[in-house]
């Protein structure tokens, strides 16, 4: 677990109490053990509102309803323990920064008198349809958990795949201490090689050049650490598909990678085709292929560690015996040469992506109704999403706050619109 953050158990007392001398929420949310009460006393003034997914969307969407509507009861669900989602078990332990954005939703929960029930698999400990029961809004905010999978890499069925081939959801929530993940089995060695060139992919790196001191610091657990430097890694290939100056991690990404200590840094990146530049964004797809320029120059000529990047090729496969020993790849464009890259591997770390997970039961598109506005996350009566569910896997945090501030408006329209013409519509009181 981070330092910076609060244990679960702290971060979910909060989330019980309200804050002094506010008003304790009306009645106590629903939970797997609730039975329906018999009596139903008058009407509240404002609706009830379940929100599935305390990471940052659904609590940007409690903020922006807790805003219109004081006196809403703001329920959110989640099947962890403790809220926040990826800002605790995705976003790295040593960008102290990014995870104190969780510290302004304490205050939702502590102030604000929005509830946190955690530990609640909505699908499972409940069903969807229980809460549309009880709830006049039920807003999904689940995201995205699952590692997308490179498809080229299973192909051939009569050769599994060896194993070492780990996902970056995996190996990222290890990282956060997430209670579900544990080290057995993961073995990075002396060499990797990590598949993308997002962001995520940059955190991998960091992270597993990052010294053992370091990591503690930051609070990650003994045996993760173990696990990490038992190579020790001495050099890590970063593949990606597209050209340096339109890869997708941010400048700043990049400019980070240079403070790590005795790390030598390659590059095979040439300068990307003018049809890889797009008009609205030449200056930033200059920036992209500069820093990856002065991190390789600025880098010392010898180093006990190494790090390669190479841009252009697409994954094609993984070979090797019961573990993983060589990876290809082919060029992106079938003109380019050379037209493979084949890079021997004790471990390969894919960070291409999430998607979701698969058997999920609370599946977007199985939800969404005929008339489905996705735009403004309205996917049936009554039933709204919110953040990567809405929108996919892409974007930072901040991306949240204005996607929860859109639907979040549509929710207000909807409601007051059915109030105005029929006050009874908003469920009773249980
Ligand atoms: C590895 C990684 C690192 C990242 N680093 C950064 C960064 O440094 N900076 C940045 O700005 N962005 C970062 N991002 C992006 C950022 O995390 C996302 O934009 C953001 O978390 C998406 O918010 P969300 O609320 O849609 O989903 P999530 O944060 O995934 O929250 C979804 C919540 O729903 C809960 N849930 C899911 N299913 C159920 C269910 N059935 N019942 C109950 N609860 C459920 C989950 O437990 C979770 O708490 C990172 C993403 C990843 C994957």
């Not at 340096?244 to 200590?261: Q, R």
Request: net charge negative.
């Amino acid at each position: 677990m981070v330092n910076e953050t609060a244990t679960p158990a702290e971060a979910a007392a909060p989330a019980e109490a309200a804050a002094p001398g506010a008003a304790q929420p009306a009645e106590a949310p629903l939970s797997a053990a609730s039975t329906p009460p018999a009596a139903a006393p008058a009407a509240p003034a404002a609706p009830r509102v379940a929100i599935v997914g305390a990471g940052p969307a659904g609590c940007y969407t409690a903020q922006f309803l807790r805003k219109r509507w004081p006196d809403a009861s703001i329920v959110i669900y989640d099947r962890h323990d403790a809220p926040y989602g990826l800002i605790r078990y995705g976003v790295a332990p040593d960008h102290l920064g990014t995870k104190a954005i969780a510290k302004q939703f304490d205050r939702l929960f502590a102030r604000d008198r929005v509830q946190f029930v955690g530990a609640t698999d909505i699908g499972t400990t409940i069903t969807l349809e229980q809460l549309q029961a009880e709830f006049d809004v039920v807003v999904l905010a689940t995201g995205l958990w699952a590692d997308r999978v490179i498809d080229s890499f299973q192909t051939d069925a009569s050769a599994p795949v060896p194993s070492g081939v780990y996902g970056s959801g995996r190996l990222t929530r290890l990282i956060n201490g997430h209670p579900a993940e544990s080290t057995e089995g993961l073995h990075i060695g002396r060499r990797t090689v990590i598949v993308g060139n997002g962001n995520v992919a940059a955190d991998l790196v960091r992270l597993m050049l990052t010294s053992a001191e370091v990591l503690a610091s930051h609070g990650v657990t003994a045996d993760v650490i173990a696990a990490l430097t038992a190579g020790p890694l001495e050099h890590i290939d970063v593949v990606g598909r597209s050209p340096a100056g339109v890869a997708k991690f941010d400048v700043a990404m990049i400019k980070e990678l240079a403070k790590l200590p005795d790390v030598r840094f390659t590059s095979d990146s040439a300068e990307p085709p003018a049809s890889a530049v797009t008009p609205d964004a030449p200056t930033l797809d200059q920036a992209k292929a500069a820093a990856i320029r002065d991190l390789v120059d600025g880098s010392p000529a010898t180093a006990s560690r190494t790090v390669a990047f190479h841009f252009g090729f697409t994954p094609d496969r993984v070979s090797g015996g019961e573990r993983v020993e060589r990876v290809t790849f082919r060029a992106t464009d079938p003109t380019a040469l050379p037209a493979t890259l084949e890079l021997a591997a004790d471990s390969v770390c894919t960070a291409v992506g999430f998607t979701e997970t698969a058997g999920a039961l609370l599946r977007r598109d199985a939800i969404a109704s005929p008339t489905a506005d996705l735009e403004h996350g309205r996917l049936a009566d009554g039933l709204y999403c919110v953040g990567w569910f809405r929108r996919g896997p892409v974007g930072t945090i901040p991306a949240n706050r204005a996607d929860a501030r859109t639907v979040a408006d549509a929710i207000i329209a909807d409601v007051e619109a059915a109030l105005h013409t029929s006050p009874q519509l908003i469920k009773e009181t249980r």
